[in-house]
């Protein structure tokens, strides 16, 4: 247990892990080979109070810091990245609400991912617009009352399950700031015109929902604007500020996981008449993964606490973010090495593991657009 967490924060740790160790492993092989889930666990887990609990008090949350968030996810994700992150997601959008959205909106929405009775997402990306965000063409045009929306979406988490969909659309295309031509709108995927549709074959997290989403005149009321028109663009900023938290803690999990299998295994299989943990190349291997896991960790922890108190400093972010999925890749490689043959067949948890970690160098900010951040802050 680490040494620098509160009793609560510990005691938040143990339950996560408690309840992740006990429901995941048996579902998780089905749900990565089917691509499904069950949401009966998304909802025990918000039972449970696992849901969103960075959530303020006036909205039944816990009222927490990004870092007890954190913790969790790092859990959900040891346990198995598949269901961790079918379950964590549920609530991606949460944090712009709660930075940005008017109160009306935080009202409606909060309460019911808190209680597992929504989900929601966060549509940015669009098929000719990933790491240029501003470069998002899906349109909003104010008409009396009401914003009209067209346009596409691509890699939406959750966007066949949510009831809610946070869709970045550009309202002044000919702003001579491309950081300020966007906005964010609420939408109820029960609106006419919304349309989404499944993403199969994903390498890794198979068990959480990937969709395309297409919006053809959707209109939605003039309330549904998140915050000041024009302002998406550092809003999102805002957003990834904190979501990529998220993403070092499920990078932290899963190479915790990878650690924790390669020690199992090596122990146990024998080559040579020895076990393989008695190999010093072994050793060496697992001594590098624990070494890097602790410093991943700290960064990252050092990052969320920063945040948590007030500062946000986007360079300290990315780098625990790019580091952190380094570390997760390297330590599911070498986890999948040594078990052989093993490693290769996908009812290894090690295999699963693998396949999973490669996405936390792609979404929210791809390791180069990081480097750009830490770059940019070093040399300006
Ligand atoms: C499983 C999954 C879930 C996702 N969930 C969501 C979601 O919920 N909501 C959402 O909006 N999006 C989501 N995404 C999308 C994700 O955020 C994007 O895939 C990511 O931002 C990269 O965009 P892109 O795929 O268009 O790649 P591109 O932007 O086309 O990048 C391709 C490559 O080019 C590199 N590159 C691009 N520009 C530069 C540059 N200037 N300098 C150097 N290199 C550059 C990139 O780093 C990358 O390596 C998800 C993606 C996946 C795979």
Redesign the pocket.
């Given at each position: 247990m680490d040494f620098a967490l509160s009793k609560e924060q510990r005691d938040i740790v143990r339950a996560a892990r408690k309840f992740a160790s006990g429901e995941f492993p048996d579902r998780a092989l089905e749900f990565d080979r089917d691509e499904t889930f069950d949401l009966d666990l998304w909802r025990r887990a918000c039972e449970l109070g696992f849901a969103g609990v960075f959530i303020d008090q006036a909205y039944n949350g816990a009222g927490m810091g990004y870092l007890e968030y954190c913790l969790i996810t790092e859990e959900f994700w040891a346990a198995d990245p598949g269901i961790g992150q079918a379950i964590i997601s549920c609530t991606?959008g949460s944090e712009l609400l709660l930075l940005f959205g008017s109160e009306d909106q935080k009202q409606l929405i909060l309460p019911q991912l808190v209680a597992g009775e929504a989900i929601i997402?966060?549509?940015?990306?669009e098929p000719d617009?990933?790491?240029?965000v501003t470069g998002a063409t899906t349109a909003a045009v104010r008409d009396g009352d009401e914003w009209v929306i067209n346009g596409s979406?691509?890699?939406?988490?959750?966007g066949n399950l949510a009831a809610y969909i946070l869709v970045?659309c550009r309202t002044d295309p000919h702003n001579p700031s491309r950081h300020a031509r966007h906005s964010f709108f609420l939408v109820s995927t029960d609106t006419p015109g919304f349309k989404s549709k499944k993403i199969y074959g994903?390498m890794g997290?198979r068990a959480?929902d990937?969709a395309e989403i297409s919006l053809s005149n959707v209109r939605v009321p003039f309330t549904n604007l998140v915050g000041e028109e024009g302002a998406g663009f550092h809003q999102l900023m805002a957003f990834f500020d904190r979501t990529r938290l998220h993403v070092c803690a499920q990078a932290v999990g899963l190479a915790r996981a990878a650690l924790e299998e390669s020690i199992r295994h090596t122990k146990e299989r024998t080559q040579f008449g020895a076990p393989l943990a008695s190999f010093q190349v072994t050793q060496f291997k697992i001594a590098e993964m624990a070494t890097k896991i602790r410093a991943a960790k700290n960064l990252y922890y050092e990052a969320a606490s920063s945040v948590d108190q007030g500062t946000i400093d986007p360079a300290l972010i990315a780098m625990a973010k790019w580091f952190s999925a380094e570390v997760a890749l390297q330590c599911a490689d070498e986890a999948v090495q040594m078990h052989g043959g093993y490693g290769y067949i996908d009812e290894y948890k090690v295999n699963r593991l693998y396949r999973a970690a490669k996405?936390l160098e792609?979404?929210?900010?791809?390791?180069?657009?990081e480097k750009?951040i830490i770059a940019r802050s070093l040399l300006r």
């Open positions: 991606f997402a966060t549509a940015i990306t617009a990933g790491s240029d979406k691509m890699f939406t988490t959750n970045f994903k997290i959480s990937t996405v792609i979404y929210e900010g791809t390791k180069e657009m750009t």
